[in-house]
């Protein structure tokens, strides 16, 4: 049985939580809470597993695979995602009881993978066609709003 989102809420917050040595000016709160529940929601739901069963294949699959397909977001926002993994996974794994080695050879599958995943989240053609248009819909609508905003100031000379 999948856990309900108040639990994976639980989860997520205890996880930000016992990670909270690493945060600084990139790893806030905020991006790991949303890593987390990111991560969490895909293991419980998408791979049917415990949302801290942070495996090493199950990782590769999220950054091979479904976050390139799936998550319409710019490919810089999502360049981040590796490092947020690797602050994250020590209390993923720590709270499914596993040892430190399994910890340690996560974090190198993390590093392995991280090139390829940079490249597919910069092509279009790794992308499912809903992400394709909700990105293209996004930069049509900041576009838009530039155009805007330039016919704006042209009128106000």
Do not use: H
């Not at 790893?27 to 597993?49: C, E, I, K, N, Y």
């Not at 993994?85 to 974090?107: H, I, K, N, S, Y």
């Not at 990105?135 to 009128?155: K, N």
């Amino acid at each position: 049985v999948a856990p309900t989102d108040d639990e994976l809420a639980e989860i997520v917050g205890s996880l930000v939580e016992d990670s909270s040595d690493v945060f600084d000016d990139e790893l806030t709160p905020d991006r790991l809470r949303d890593t987390a529940g990111l991560v969490t929601r895909f293991m419980s739901r998408d791979m049917g597993r415990a949302p801290v069963a942070w495996s090493p294949a199950a990782l590769e699959i999220l950054l091979l695979d479904y976050v390139p397909r799936k998550i319409a977001v710019p490919a810089e926002a999502l360049a981040a995602l590796p490092g947020e993994l690797r602050a994250l996974v020590p209390a993923a794994q720590r709270a499914a009881g596993w040892e430190d080695r399994q910890v340690a050879f996560t974090l190198e599958t993390i590093d392995r993978v991280e090139p390829e995943f940079l490249e597919l989240i910069a092509s279009p053609d790794a992308w499912e066609p809903q992400k394709q248009f909700v990105l293209r819909a996004e930069r049509v609508r900041a576009e838009g709003s530039i155009r805007s905003a330039a016919a704006d100031g042209a009128a106000a000379d």
